[in-house]
């Protein structure tokens, strides 16, 4: 008889790192709840005033919605994966340490959607969305020895990453236009300019690009492909990233952004039509998969068009369906995900045609998922019946034609969620993991039961919702409210002989119908999935990145195959630019040749020290001879720095030119000959064409470098000659410097007046110090 | 390499990280910052790398393994340094104490948010120079060899 829990999940108990964000995210949850009931607050710093960049943060409706969505998925998702995370690593004989790639990122990216949720600036609102995609490369490619989850991490990455471009490139549009990026102050100025005659084709333009970007991230259709790929992840990536959290980031921003959306009826139209257009691609291809998590990930994908036609429909009822939709739905889906995360971990299977026949098994789980899978298909006594029936009342009131597709929508919902349960716990117990069907069924591994109460927790949530709807109602009709920019009130109820009941009972027949028919729409299902497949736009990712590296492997090789003529094209056109330049200034008078007289002549000395030993790097063939040369020249220039009081200077030259000479050192000792070869040598051993090559550059790269150094010598002695107003910036620094507590004007320029360039220029030294790591290392830092 | 440089190198190693803690404390009234720092204390590792080989430095310095930790630490210090001041609504690199303000003294060394951030700055450079030279200085056949462990 098997242990009752196996020795992973019990290191997981003592895990402190694993309780550690999931008590962070509860703690979170908590607080969440007591700033929405006390009615949030706002914090507000301009932090860079001259650029119009503030961190302005909001925790109003649509922020307390999202903020616990969030926390709460959160805390369960996180309890869920304390057990899950050390039997994952163990299948995969991976070292418990690994599980430092895992936790912090989940915490940064519930702490990034709390930010997102409240963020109240488009710049805000895209960093944190980059942040969010980040995290997911690293969550999603956790399983970073398979090929698959890093080509999905790759891919969410770029998809989302392009997908923000957008949403900047439609921020700083709207910024040109309005001269903020506020999006309370926008969202007034684009309401005054639709009412004062119709918004400018260009805001237009900029208000559909933040909606693409939205539309990106909440995976809708053209878009979609990379969330089934994403599945890649482990369970508590996919339920938490894929419920709750990275796609709902998109729906979030199309609340946020909502009343820009609005004054675009192109836009708005727009995302109508992607949002049924991704409840029937989602959702047919969602009845066509085997995979558990390909089927949830395509019904996700159905499940945000309803939210995106939500919007799409606008006004009182469509934004307040849509955030109440989001909750709905995020409850349930990540049950069904964290559900098909047990069942993997128990029976070794992910797909529907090995298992079934769990619920005797697995009675509890099956309960527990039966009720979210009754949530998401709008069944009454749970929270998703109230969701449908907003759906449908937002609907109806826009057209008949619509509420016609919106019962046809959740018939196709109510299919493919009962083709997932039916599937995993009903009919006969197939042969598990084993491929040959004839094999006995294999009993069961023991699953803590860390890997059940959180589904349960979320299906008595659902269930409670179902009961007591009313402060879920509040949490939607206070994100409305917020979305809208009035105050929404929302009282959810059954009425039994309401209209949106006889349509939603009209699904849910449909809806069984379709399921008992399996045979009549499975192969029209099958070909539109296989179309998608060749055709569809993750092909056309896959031709752009191929694309893309063929472009980048030619510029690379083109870079690489001839240095000298390379940088002969940046020194000639450079020096024959200054030139020209001193040809159209007067320059009569500009050119003095000042006086020479006492320790001048030292400097003079050594200039033409330095001048000997540059010609020499010029003409001398010994790699350790122009090694020496150029050392003295650097030496020579910074004893001249010391000379003429730039002390400052004159150490850091002598320290880098010395750190310099030995990198120039250790790669002649690497290089395989000590000699550079002699113009007859070359001459002797190269053929013909060869001969001609090297003939032409004799004369070429001379004539180059004296007409580059030629100009850097003229603009230096016009810069010298005519000393400028930068001089009176030196004094006014020179005299601000005791005031900044410091008496060595160029450290405290370093560190204090110019602080932010030397933050960024030592940032700079990081990230190239980690890529060379990273490139040597396959990223190992030490 | 020879006796003599390895005399050298193991006689310079001490004076040269109190040159360099020298040009780091000194960096605000004096020649020099955390820049110049790091970049001696990163001759003075690359000096005891030259002379015992790369295997044997890192043996009798193991202090010299947590580079990479002492880059990003650096990194968020300057960082901290740099922006405290945005959480009080203040600008950026707005340093502490303000104008006309008496620093805090530790003997006569002046504590100031300033300064910190030229710790951080020579923490990063001295953390990723080491690094590299670390990285640069272990021949290829010892990568595989950690590649395959």
């Known amino acids: 008889m098997p242990q009752p829990t196996s020795p992973p999940a019990r290191v997981a108990a003592r895990d402190p790192l694993a309780w550690a964000v999931a008590l962070l995210a509860l ?49 369960a998702v996180f309890a869920y994966a304390t057990a899950y995370l050390p039997l994952h690593l163990d299948h995969q004989a991976r070292p418990a340490r690994d599980r430092w790639r895992f936790w912090p990122w989940m915490g940064l990216f519930m702490l990034s959607m709390v930010g997102l949720a409240t963020a109240q600036d488009l710049i805000l609102l895209f960093v944190l969305f980059d ?151 989602g959702g047919a291809i969602s009845l066509t998969r085997d995979g558990f998590k390909q089927v949830l990930a395509y019904s996700t994908i159905s499940q945000y068009g309803y939210v995106v036609t939500l919007y799409g429909i606008g006004g009182r009822d469509g934004a307040t369906a849509a955030a109440f939709y989001v909750v709905a739905h995020a409850i349930a889906k990540s049950a069904l995900f964290l559900t098909a995360g047990t069942v993997t971990m128990a029976t070794g299977c992910r797909r529907l045609s090995r298992v079934g026949g769990l619920r005797r098994e697995l009675p509890l789980l ?142 849910w027949l449909l809806g069984a119908l379709l399921l008992a028919t399996p045979k009549a729409w499975g192969p029209a299902a099958r070909a539109l999935s296989r179309a998608g497949e060749r055709f569809g736009p993750s092909r056309v990712y896959e031709l752009a990145l191929d694309a893309a ?35 159209a200034t007067p320059t009569a008078g500009v050119f003095q040749v000042g006086t020479i007289h006492g320790t001048d002549l030292l400097i003079v000395a050594l200039l033409a020290l330095v001048a000997i030993a540059a010609v020499v790097v010029a003409v001398t063939h010994q790699h350790i001879a122009i090694v020496l040369s150029l050392a003295v020249v650097g030496l020579g220039l910074a004893t001249v720095y010391a000379l003429i009081g730039a002390p ?135 | 390499m020879t006796i003599l440089t390895e005399a050298v190198a193991r006689l310079l190693l001490a004076p040269s990280l109190i040159v360099a803690a020298a040009i780091l404390v000194k960096g605000y009234v004096d020649v020099g910052d955390g820049f110049a720092a790091a970049v001696v204390v990163a001759l003075a590792v690359a000096l005891q790398y030259l002379a015992f080989g790369a295997r044997r430095a890192e043996e009798e310095l193991p202090v010299l393994r947590f580079a990479p930790r002492a880059a990003i630490a650096g990194l968020v210090v300057a960082l901290i340094s740099g922006f405290f001041s945005v959480l009080s609504g203040r600008a950026p690199f707005t340093h502490e104490p303000a104008v006309g303000e008496r620093p805090f003294h530790i003997g006569r060394l002046e504590l100031m948010t300033a300064v910190s951030f030229d710790v951080g700055v020579f923490l990063l450079v001295a953390g990723a120079l080491v690094s590299l030279i670390h990285h640069l200085a272990e021949p290829a056949e010892e990568i595989d060899e950690v590649a395959a462990r």
């Open chain 1, 27 to 75: 703690a979170a949850f908590a607080a969440c709840v007591v700033l929405w009931r006390t009615g949030g607050g706002t914090v507000d710093v301009a932090w860079a005033s001259e650029l119009d960049l503030r961190l302005h943060f909001s925790f109003d409706g649509i922020g307390a919605l999202y903020a616990l969505l969030a926390t709460g998925i959160g805390a």
């Open chain 1, 131 to 281: 942040v969010t995609a980040v995290c997911s490369y690293f969550l999603i490619g956790f399983d970073r020895h398979e090929r698959a989850s890093r080509l999905a991490a790759l891919m969410a990455l770029l998809v989302t990453g392009i997908g923000a471009v957008a949403m900047l490139i439609g921020a700083v549009v709207l910024y040109a236009d309005n001269g903020t990026f506020s999006i309370p102050e926008l969202a007034r100025l684009l309401h005054a300019q639709d009412a004062a005659g119709g918004v400018s084709t260009g805001t237009s333009v900029a208000v559909a690009l933040i909606a693409v970007a939205a539309l990106v991230k909440s995976a809708q259709v053209p878009f979609h492909f990379w969330l089934p790929r994403a599945m890649a992840a482990p369970t508590p990536v996919s339920a938490y990233l894929h419920s709750a959290a990275m796609v709902a980031a998109g729906v979030l921003v199309i609340g946020r952004v909502f009343q820009l959306v609005e004054v675009s009826d192109v836009v708005q139209d727009g995302l109508l039509a992607v949002g049924l257009l991704s409840i029937a691609v």
């Open chain 1, 549 to 583: 590296n063929r472009c980048s492997d030619a510029l690379h090789g083109f870079e690489v195959r001839d240095l000298r003529s390379r940088v002969a094209a940046v020194l000639l056109p450079g020096g024959v630019l200054a030139l020209l330049g001193f040809l």
């Open chain 1, 366 to 507: 099956a309960a527990a998922s039966a009720l979210a899978a009754a949530t998401l298909s709008a069944l009454p006594l749970t929270i998703g019946f109230f969701k449908d029936e907003l759906f449908f009342r937002a609907a109806a009131e826009r057209s008949t034609a619509l509420a016609v597709l919106s019962v046809l929508a959740a018939a196709l919902t109510f299919a493919y969620t009962w083709r997932f349960w039916g599937g995993v716990f009903l009919g006969e117990r197939r042969a598990g993991a084993v491929d040959d069907p004839g094999a006995t069924t294999t009993p069961l591994t023991p699953t803590p039961a860390l890997l059940t109460a959180p589904v349960v927790v979320l299906a008595l949530l659902a269930l409670v919702g179902g009961i007591v709807v009313g402060p879920f109602a509040e949490l939607a009709a206070d994100a409305s409210g917020a979305t809208l920019g009035h105050a929404v009130h929302l009282h959810l109820a059954y009425h039994l002989d309401a209209r949106e009941t006889w349509m939603a009972a009209l699904a």
């Open chain 1, 648 to 782: 400052d200077v004159a150490l850091v030259a002598v320290l880098v030119e010395t750190v310099v000479t030995l990198v120039f050192l250790a790669i002649v000792a690497y290089a395989p000959r000590g000699e550079r070869p002699s113009r007859r040598e070359l001459a002797g051993e190269a053929s013909a064409p060869q001969r001609r090559a090297h003939r032409s550059r004799r004369w070429r790269d001379p004539l180059i470098g004296a007409v580059a150094g030629g100009a850097a010598f003229l603009v230096i002695w016009g810069a010298l000659s005519r000393p400028t107003a930068t001089e009176r910036v030196v004094d006014e620094l020179v005299r601000l410097t005791p005031e900044a507590h410091g008496q060595d004007v160029v450290t405290v320029i370093l560190a204090d007046f110019r602080g932010l360039d030397t933050l960024v220029e030592v940032t700079v030294i990081a990230v190239a110090v980690f890529g060379v790591i990273a490139l040597l290392r396959r990223g190992r830092t030490w």
